[in-house]
T-cell receptor
Framework: DTEVTQTPKHLVMGMTNKKSLKCEQH?????MYWYKQKAKKPPELMFV???????INESVPSRFSPECPNSSLLNLHLHALQPEDSALYLC??????????????FGPGTRLTVL | AQSVTQLGSHVSVSEGALVLLRCNYS??????LFWYVQYPNQGLQLLLK??????LVKGINGFEAEFKKSETSFHLTKPSAHMSDAAEYFC???????????FGPGTSLSVIP
């Protein structure tokens, strides 16, 4: 099973709202990622968690707050977003240091619209 | 800086024709190489990957890619295009397991009936 699930599929929020995106995997992967993807562009890395610890933050604004409650779950908390934050948010997961390259498996994404 | 280029932001082929999507990376050190496909309003799906060993890699949906170190290339091919192949294709590289994945800009494939 190489499935990463994400909820919700679509989200519309105002600039004063607080919402959360959720990602889940049951592949035993210990690295999880958040990407942002604008239309017709490649994914841009936002955050990486390795063994439930934040290992990479790509200078993402503080209005995006990641959380990794356990090895299977990854959340992205959203607050006071701007219209330019509207995008497809992708979650991915991979093994860590198993002696081979760690292939990232992606979820279907959450389509976020900020009004 | 290390980079990935994909020649042709948009490629159109006729149904049944050969598909060739180009990918080149900028390093003399061979990386780990991936091709992902993204259908409209969906996430990225792994098509195939090269790590070590055989340089011709077979993937899902009839796609294959060949790693050519001398040309720093990893072009994706499929002998006969199908309408369902219409999608965005991303080449990606990673130099070690601890590096970030670097994505190419993507190639949009259209299949003409």
């Amino acid at each position: 099973d190489t499935e990463v699930t994400q909820t919700p599929k679509h989200l519309v929020m105002g600039m004063t709202n607080k919402k959360s995106l959720k990602c889940e995997q049951h592949m035993g992967h210990r690295a999880m990622y958040w990407y942002k993807q604008k239309a017709k562009k490649p994914p841009e890395l936002m955050f990486v968690y390795s063994y439930e610890k934040l290992s990479i933050n790509e200078s993402v604004p503080s209005r995006f707050s990641p959380e990794c409650p356990n090895s299977s779950l990854l959340n992205l908390h959203l607050h006071a977003l701007q219209p330019e934050d509207s995008a497809l948010y992708l979650c991915a997961s991979s093994q860590v240091g198993r002696g081979e390259v760690d292939t990232q498996y992606f979820g279907p994404g959450t389509r976020l619209t900020v009004l | 800086a290390q980079s990935v280029t994909q020649l042709g932001s948009h490629v159109s082929v006729s149904e049944g024709a050969l598909v060739l999507l180009r990918c080149n990376y900028s390093s003399s050190v061979p990386p780990y190489l991936f091709w992902y496909v993204q259908y409209p309003n969906q996430g990225l799906q792994l098509l195939l990957k090269y790590t070590t060993g055989a340089t011709l890699v077979k993937g899902i949906n009839g796609f294959e890619a060949e790693f050519k170190k001398s040309e720093t290339s990893f072009h994706l091919t499929k002998p006969s295009a199908h309408m369902s192949d219409a999608a965005e294709y991303f080449c990606a590289v990673r130099w070690t397991s601890y590096d970030k994945v670097i994505f190419g800009p993507g190639t949009s494939l259209s299949v003409i009936p």
